[in-house]
Structure formats: C-alpha cells, structure tokens
C-alpha cells in the first residue's frame, strides 16, 4: 500500500511535468511559430472569421439564431465568453414558439426563411450560414441598400465554401466575410 | 453523396489503422518496442520498478486503485486552488467542492461528464495541468486493463498478469502523446486556438460591436479529448465550438481518432492470442452494431424537428438543424455523436438534447449497450470480452458442454465474475435514475417538461456510469445532488467493473489450456459473432427497454403534441 502511494506519487509527478506541461507548451511554442493567425484565434479586422457576431438590420447578411446566456442568465447572442446550444427538446413547445417568432420576424423584412434561420446552432456562434440562407436574404439586402439584386446575388454565389476535398461537411458561407465583401461593394 | 465518401475515407483509414496501428500496440505491451528506452528507463528508477518485475492481479488492481485514487485527490485539490496558481488569464477563482469531486472523479475515470461551462469555470492551468493530464493517464489506465485481460487468455498456468506501471508508463508514451501531438498540429492548422494569451477584444468596424472571445490551449488537448476517448472539451459547447472543430476536416480526424485505438486493439488482441481471426470477429461483432446505430440516428436526423414541423413556418428539407452547425449538418453531426457515444468519448458536435426523439434513441441506446462497438480505449475490448466469456456460456448451457473461449475453460468462477462485471453499469444507471426521479433535487435538473425531461435524467445517468461523458446538457447537472449521486456513478461505472475483469484476468491467466476438440464452439467463424451481437442487444434491450419506452419511444409516437 505504502509502496503503491509512494509509486502513484512518482508517477503523477512526471505525467503532470510531460502530459500538462510539456505537451500543451510545446503544442503552444509550435502553433505560435507555425500557426500563428490561426493559433490566436483567426482574427481579422472586423473580429474572428470562425466565431459568429450579431448584425442587426436589413443592411447586412444576418447569421443563425444564438442561444447564448449572459453571465446573468438573460439571453445575449454571440456572447464568446458562454458557447452553447438551446438545447430545447425536440417536441419542446418553446422551441416552437421561439421558430414561430423568428419566421414572423424574418417574413415582415421580406425573406422567407430556410430552416436553418430560424434554429440555433450547436455553438451558438456558427459563423456560417447554408448558401440557401444567404440567397433568401439577396432581395431584402439589395433592397435596404439599394444596389441590383443581382450584384447581392454574384456576391454571394463568390462567397460560397464548397464541402472540404470536396466531400467533407456542408458548403457555407461565412456571414462575416460576406458582409465585409458587402461593405465593399459599390 | 458527400457523406458517403466520408464513410469511405473513415472505414479505409480505420482499415489501415487496424492492421499497423494493431500491430504496433501488440509490439508496445508485449516489450517488443524499446525506442523509446531513454526515456522509460529513468522514469523506472524514479518509480523504484523492476519492469521486467509483473504482478499477480491483486497487486496491479491493488497499484491501478491507489494510483487512480492519488490522481482523483490532485485534481480535485488542483482545480479548488486554481484562482492562487498562475497561467489564469481570466482571474476565476476556485471550483466549488461538490462540482469539483464531480469533475475529479470524472476526468480519472475517463468520462469527462462536464458539470460546468469550460471558458468561464477552468483557468488555463486546469485545463493542461489537471483535466488533459487524466485525458492521457485514465485512457492508458483504460487500455493496461484490456491488455491484462488479454494476457490472461495468451499465458497458461501463470500467476501474474504484467506490471501495472509499466503498461502506464508505455501507453502515455509510445502510444498517446505521439499520436496526440500530430493530430493537435492538424486541428491547430485547421483553425482551433492554441494560447495562453487569454481572451481577445475584437471590435467591428462595420456594426460598431465589441465582442469577447475565449481562447486557451485548445488544439492539443482536442487532440488526447478524442484520441483518448475522453470527450471532456475546453468550451461548454465542446466539439460543436468553432474554435475546438472548426472544420470537416477536424469533424472526421475527430472520429478517426475516437475509433482508431479501440478498433485497433482488437488486432493486437488477435495477436497477443495468436489468431488474427478471433480479434477479427469482435471487431465484426462491433461494426455489425455500429453501423447499424449510425444509420439509424443519421437518419432519423435526417427528418423533420417534430416541434419546428409544428410551426409549419420553414420547409426542412435538410433533416433537424436545432443543435446543429452548419459546416456539419445533420449526416457530419450524426457521424460525430454516434462515434462518441458508442466509444467512451461523449464529446459533441451538436446538442444531443435536440437530437429528434429517435436520434436521441440512438445515442442513449448506444451507451446502454455497454460501450462496445467499438468501445473506449480499452474499455471497449475488456467489455466486449467479458459478454464473449459469456456467450460462449450460453453456447456451452445449449449442448450441456463446459464452455471454452481461447482455449481456457470457462468455468464458475469465470462466468460470475463476467456476469458480475457485465451488470453493474445497468444496476447504477436503473438505480441512479429511479432515485433522481423519486426526489425533488433530481427533478429540478431537467430543462425540457414531458417524456423529455425524464430523458435527460436517464441519459445523464446512462452517460455516467458508463464513463462516457456525453449528455443531454439542457439537464441542470450543477447542484449538490447531480454532483454527487454522478460522481458515484462514475466511480462505479469504472472501477467495480475493473476489479472484477483484473481478477478474471488473474483466474485466466492460471489456467492451462485444452487442445481444441470436435466438440469446441468456434469462436472465430459468423456464428459466434451473430451469437455474440444477440447476447449484447438482449442483455441491454431486456434491462433498458421500459426505461427507453418511458423517455424517448413514448416522445416519438407523441404524434402532433408538444411538451
């Protein structure tokens, strides 16, 4: 028994200095060196192009609903400081009436909602939307601009992310690089 | 289409990892591989152990519980003091005591249940020097009791199993940080953070908005959390948070590597026996099951969400998006979820709450069948061996036959201490759950109402005492009861199921062999893997299936009702 504990504590020892020291600190000093834009966080001008932010107003490309929950418990989107989901159950009548409330709210701005815009995402700081959500929102955001519809429309079919090798995950499109194009375009 | 290529690239990369990786752990635990010597042999004399020294099973049981019970102790003393230590950029202060023997326990059993939300409860330094220490030692504790296991079917008349040290010492490094550490440099290239910088400020310059963004050593430890078949993820939202999973690439590398160790581990089996065909049929016994529970949740979350279908304000053309990102999707996600919860890992890519009621089927059936297809590291095969020992129980109580399983006969002793092996997980997760919701502090967890709620209770309790991590997180899991009735799940679910195996190893390994005769049931041919694959679906459908009709078959046939 005494042997075994004298022999625990050895060995938890060296696997905390090689396993919580050593591995993360170098995996850190080489993603620093050879990752750097990615290793910090893929942060660009306008913020980080894998974690979404809220926009408000037809003006711009708006991204997934959020389920995010301020340090209070009140409701704030995008909040990058507190990941997570709904988590709302499948048959969940707040679930329901929180879809309900988003398609009403996206219909009286003249979009016709896919289903991916009015559910919130696993992180609930998706940074993408589906292409078909992105083309719903062309008339609406031409319209609050006033540029061609079909110029919105070029932008977006430009800022399409085919699948990965062509096969892995689901084509998207960034909202903040779409909405950064957006600002650009004349 | 996309997906089905997917499905080609996992199968042929865990065909290759089967056969090489198999064989390289085989080398590994039977002393073949001294490359890394330099290292192992100081750390020996450190530890005062003769490797060449084994152990009969009561003294490797008796080193693996003293170790495990020393690792619980630091990593709870470690994250209570964490708010005086450094590398904690965001100043939080220390774990309270009940969340903190819930996370303890959790992370030295391999389950990485998470009553807490990462970015806003862990300093840095919690999450490298506490929780992804215990990613790679509980994985290689997970691992050395398979490979004891296993020794006790390849020795005749022994009396010891190996050395528990050095099975440790040898699975951390040969095996766990390498392959960790070149799998954390793609997640890092991918797009997952890795700093100490703590969180950044980002202002947009278009909306005027400011936002906070948490960051930490991330990649690495995404690394071993699957790798390890942990799960436990720096983010409340785990492998669905872009800065843990940001791409399809890190979606499948993550199922790779949650698969690739129990499935290769099935070869070094065959090996260290000597029959590559009787590894193989396990592993024909586990794909069999798991292909079958990803069709099935990959397509029922290809329906409809019942209550998104009840607005009628959005057509769902794509299957059920509630939970889900969208780089993933619901066939990317399903994969994702279905690795983990039929492994020990219980990391996700999307909220399994809001998985449709026959997603969510799949995901807690797959844990109730004990975790074996393929199973965590190492759980996965000692699991799968002990309902082996007992199908060919079975076998042998058909033709009146004492039973034999790789030669060894498999008497009394053997059989009950299967049995007894084979029944705590579903003893907890039954007791546990009628428990929490007999009392209020049990039923003040749930979120959702209805057949739901009482879901998350048994889906919080399944996931526990199978050490898998996994949860329907809508479940309220921080509060006194939650912490310390799942704690002792934990504990259960982990080591009343290890001692018994280590003693089956140690009653195995002292038995001679018995050449094989006419009357031997064949354990290497379809029939002893459709037997095998019948045992482990009536032992768990006859013990979870009222439990399973209360929750989610009674959600599902709720046609046109909300809760």
């Known amino acids: 028994m005494l042997l075994h504990l004298r022999r625990s504590l050895v060995a938890a020892l060296f696997f905390l200095v090689l396993c919580g020291l050593a591995y993360p600190l170098a995996g850190t000093g080489l993603a620093q060196v050879a990752f750097h834009h990615q290793a910090n966080g893929s942060i660009g001008p306008d913020g980080s192009s894998l974690i979404g932010q809220q926009w408000t107003g037809p003006r711009w490309f708006q991204g997934r609903p959020s389920a995010t929950v301020g340090p209070t418990g009140s409701p704030s989107p995008y909040d990058a400081m507190a990941s997570g989901a709904s988590n709302l159950g499948p048959r969940s009548t707040v679930l329901a009436s929180h879809v309900a409330a988003r398609a009403a709210a996206l219909r009286k701005e003249g979009i016709t909602p896919t289903a991916g815009m009015v559910t919130s995402s696993g992180s609930g700081l998706d940074p993408d939307i589906s292409p078909a959500a992105a083309y719903a929102q062309v008339g609406a955001v031409a319209r609050a601009r006033h540029l061609p519809a079909a110029a919105v429309r070029r932008l977006v079919t430009s800022h399409i992310s085919p699948a990965q090798l062509g096969f892995l995950g689901e084509p998207v499109v960034n909202v903040l690089s779409l909405n950064e194009a957006l600002a650009r375009l004349r | 289409m996309g997906f089905a290529w997917t499905l080609v690239a996992l199968a042929a990369v865990l065909a290759l990892a089967w056969r090489f990786l198999g064989s390289y752990l085989a080398a590994v635990y039977q002393g073949r591989l001294t490359f890394l010597g330099w290292v192992e042999r100081p750390v020996y004399r450190l530890l005062g152990v003769e490797p060449d020294a084994e152990q009969s099973w009561q003294r490797y049981a008796g ?254 053309h794509h299957g059920n998006l509630e939970g889900k990102e969208t780089r993933f999707g619901p066939q990317s996600s399903s994969l994702y979820n279905v690795a983990s919860t039929q492994t020990s890992t219980g990391s996700v890519d999307a909220s399994a709450d809001s998985f449709t009621p026959m997603g969510g089927f799949g995901m807690l059936t797959g844990m109730m069948l004990g975790e074996v297809s393929p199973g965590g590291v190492g759980s996965g095969l ?182």
């Open chain 2, 63 to 316: 080193a693996l519980i003293v170790f495990s019970g020393l690792s619980l102790l630091l990593t709870y003393l470690l994250i209570r003091v964490q708010g005086s230590l450094p590398v904690n950029p965001q100043h939080l202060g220390a774990v309270p005591p009940a969340l903190s023997w819930n996370t303890a326990v959790s992370f030295v059993t391999n389950t990485n249940w998470q009553n807490y939300a990462g970015e806003s409860t862990m300093s840095y330094l919690s999450q490298m020097a506490a929780l992804t220490v215990q990613q790679f030692v509980s994985a290689a504790v997970g691992i050395a009791v398979a490979v004891a296991l296993v020794r006790g079917f390849a020795r005749r008349g022994s009396a010891t199993i190996g050395n528990f040290w050095v099975d440790l010492v040898r699975g951390v490094l040969y095996v766990l940080v390498p392959i960790a550490f070149l799998a954390g440099i793609v997640f890092v290239a991918q797009g997952a953070v890795q700093t100490l910088a703590g969180p950044a400020v980002v202002h947009n310059h278009l909306t005027g908005f400011t936002q906070t963004i948490a960051r930490g050593p991330v990649g690495f430890m995404e690394a071993i959390k699957e790798l390890g078949t942990n799960g436990g993820g720096f983010f409340n939202a785990n492998g669905a948070h872009p800065f843990e999973n940001p791409t399809g690439v890190t979606n499948l590398l993550s199922v790779i590597l949650i698969l690739c160790i129990p499935v290769a581990l099935t070869y070094a089996f065959g090996k260290m026996v000597g029959s590559v065909r009787q590894g193989a049929a396990l592993l024909a016994a586990m794909g069999v099951i798991f292909c079958a529970w990803l069709a099935f949740t990959t397509v029922a979350e290809s329906q409809p969400n019942p209550a998104v279908a009840a607005t009628h304000a959005v057509a769902q």
């Open chain 2, 382 to 563: 000692y699991t799968i061996l002990l309902f082996a020992i007992i199908t060919v129980f079975i076998g042998g109580l058909m033709i009146g036959r004492t039973p034999e399983y790789l030669g060894k006969k498999i008497q009394s002793r053997e059989v009950k201490l299967a049995a007894l092996a084979v029944l705590v997980m579903p003893i907890v997760v039954v007791a546990f759950t009628a428990v929490a919701v007999s009392v209020h502090a049990g039923r003040a967890g749930p979120l959702n109402s209805g057949p739901h709620g009482f879901t998350e209770i048994l889906y919080a309790f399944t996931s526990q005492a199978n050490n898998n991590g996994s949860a329907f997180a809508g479940l309220s899991g921080n509060s006194a009861f939650y912490n310390v009735a799942g704690g002792i799940a934990m504990l259960l679910g982990r080591f009343a199921i290890i001692v018994p195996t280590l003693a089956l190893a140690g009653a195995l390994a002292a038995k001679q062999v018995v050449p094989a005769g006419l009357g031997t049931f064949r354990t290497d041919k379809p029939l002893f893997v459709g037997l095998l694959i019948g045992v482990i679906l009536i032992v768990g459908g006859l013990t979870f299936f009222p439990a399973a009709a209360l929750g989610p078959l009674v959600e599902q046939f709720s046609h046109g009702r909300l809760f």
